[in-house]
T-cell receptor, first 114, second 112 residues
């Protein structure tokens, strides 16, 4: 079955450490997205990518980096510059065809600073 | 800047009752989505509304879209405990590709 796989499910980061969250999809979707969700909050866009080797900053990109070397993969690195990284991170994908079918979400990664 | 506002933000209701969640947005759009999120889980797509006057129903939930009023509603009929979750609306104004803006969510608690 097609879908989006995020790993790991839980991740613990020490102060000053960079960590990378994995996101893989086999839906043949062109566009991929990273969102951050804090308790009791909505989703805030970190980065998005419409095609391979291209990505754009979202609303809260500072302290994060991404790459899109393959259509299927869109990893997110949380750098030491991100001062408050504890949150739930969601990856999503969609078609770029304009059919308006919305996003498919992964199961999420919960990142905690220890 | 597109703003998406949901109300209420928190809703506690008894089983068997009806209620409506509202989603207002600030920019012209004819694409609106509703998602459900259970605690600690990801988002599940509920409805995709693609035109003015669109109405979709699934079980006890019904969603509608009025693009002229820039308003969508999610109506709950005869609520049951299993509907307890957070509901998000999301608006897409980008046309050829999708970069949607989410509302803050409405946390629904259905009390037996």
């Amino acid at each position: 079955d097609g879908g989006i796989t995020q790993s790991p499910k839980y991740l613990f980061r020490k102060e000053g450490q960079n960590v990378t969250l994995s996101c893989e999809q086999n839906l043949n979707h062109d566009a991929m997205y990273w969102y951050r969700q804090d308790p009791g909050q909505g989703l805030r866009l970190i980065y998005y990518s419409q095609i391979v080797n291209d990505f754009q900053k979202g609303d809260i990109a500072e302290g994060y980096s991404v790459s899109r070397e393959k259509k299927e993969s869109f990893p997110l690195t949380v750098t030491s510059a991100q001062k408050n990284p504890t949150a739930f991170y969601l990856c999503a994908s969609s078609e770029n065809s304009g059919t308006g079918v919305g996003y498919t979400f992964g199961s999420g990664t919960r990142l905690t600073v220890v | 800047e597109l703003k998406v506002e949901q109300n209420p933000l928190f809703l506690s209701m008894q089983e068997g009752k009806n209620y409506t969640i509202y989603c207002n947005y600030s920019t012209t759009s004819d694409r609106l989505y509703w998602y459900r999120q259970d605690p600690g889980k990801s988002l599940e797509s509920l409805f995709v509304l693609l035109s003015n006057g669109a109405v979709k129903q699934e079980g006890r939930l019904m969603a509608s879209l009025d693009t002229k009023a820039r308003l969508s509603t999610l109506h709950i009929t005869a609520a049951v405990h299993d509907l307890s979750a957070t509901y998000f609306c999301a608006v897409d104004t980008t046309g050829g590709y999708q970069k949607v803006t989410f509302g803050i969510g409405t946390k629904l608690q259905v009390i037996p």
